[in-house]
C-alpha cells in the first residue's frame, strides 16, 4: 500500500510561481508512474501531468503546457509540479496520484492511489 501526502500548495497572485511536492511512502517509489491531477469546485477531476518511473517520459495537458513542469527525484520518493505563470483558472484541489501500468496515462481511472490533495488558490 502506497501513501502520497502532497505539500505545497498555498495562495499566488496570478503569474506568481508555486512548487508542489508529493512524497510516497509503503512501496517502491521507482516501480510507479506518478501523476498530477487537479479538480476545481464543481468540476471533475482532470489531468495536469505525468512522469514515467524513470523520469524520462512526461505528459502535460494543454492547459497546462509550457508552464507546469513535472520532475521527481527517485531517491527522496518524491515527485514535483512546478507551476509558473499562474493563472486564476489554475485554481483547484491538486493531487498526486501513482500507477504501476506500462507508460503514463493520463486517465484518472488508471490510478492506484491518491494522496489527501493541496488547495491551490491564484487570485487576479
Not at 489531468?47 to 509550457?66: E, L, Q, W
Not at 513535472?70 to 518524491?78: E, G, L, P, Q
Not at 490510478?111 to 488558490?121: I, R
Request: with cysteine; proline share 2%.
Amino acid at each position: 500500500q502506497v501513501q502520497l501526502v502532497e505539500s505545497g500548495g498555498g495562495l499566488v497572485q496570478a503569474g506568481g510561481s508555486l512548487r508542489l511536492s508529493c512524497t510516497a511512502s509503503g512501496g517502491a517509489f521507482s516501480n510507479y508512474n506518478m501523476g498530477w491531477f487537479r479538480q476545481a469546485p464543481g468540476k471533475e477531476r482532470e489531468f495536469a501531468a505525468a512522469i514515467s518511473k524513470s523520469g524520462m517520459t512526461t505528459a502535460y495537458a494543454d492547459s497546462v503546457k509550457g508552464r507546469f513542469t513535472i520532475s521527481r527525484d527517485n531517491a527522496k520518493n518524491t515527485v514535483y509540479l512546478q507551476m509558473n505563470s499562474l493563472k486564476p483558472e489554475d485554481t483547484a484541489v491538486y493531487y498526486c496520484a501513482a500507477d504501476r501500468h506500462v507508460g503514463v496515462t493520463r486517465r484518472v481511472s488508471e490510478y492506484e492511489y491518491w494522496g489527501q490533495g493541496t488547495q491551490v488558490t491564484v487570485s487576479s
